[in-house]
Nanobody, 124 residues
Framework: QVQLVESGGGLVQAGGSLRLSCAASGRTFSSYAMAWFRQAPEKEREFVAGIIWSGGSTYYGNSVKGRFTISRVYAKNTVYLQMNSLKPEDTAVYYC?????????????????WGQGTQVTVSS
């Protein structure tokens, strides 16, 4: 049973930074793609960033390129999302997702496993 547990959300002022963590367990993730999505109230779930566990190649949504960085620590089975230069429009619940197919997917429906989410609020 795959489990994904996010942490690190909170309230931050515009221009500030936060780092989210996603602790993964229950499988060997070497063939997986891991990703962060976010969902603001009354909006669809939006792709933020992804990483291929084996090799570490990354891909980003257009709205966060240059500001957010996704990474993983193999030995800890943990994926991180470093968020810099935060804007009020980054306010959302952030979800960690895992896809055993290991493809660079940006569509939420292609990910099989999800965490419970962590709230990020950016004040202006």
């Amino acid at each position: 049973q795959v489990q994904l547990v996010e942490s690190g959300g909170g309230l931050v002022q515009a221009g500030g930074s936060l780092r989210l963590s996603c602790a993964a367990s229950g499988r060997t993730f070497s063939s997986y793609a891991m990703a962060w999505f976010r969902q603001a109230p009354e909006k669809e779930r939006e792709f933020v960033a992804g990483i291929i566990w084996s090799g570490g190649s990354t891909y980003y949504g257009n709205s966060v390129k240059g500001r957010f960085t996704i990474s993983r620590v193999y030995a800890k089975n943990t994926v991180y999302l470093q968020m810099n230069s935060l804007k009020p429009e980054d306010t959302a619940v952030y979800y960690c997702a895992a896809d055993p197919k290991g493809i660079r997917a940006v569509v939420a429906g292609l990910y099989d496993y999800w965490g419970q989410g962590t709230q990020v609020t950016v004040s202006s």
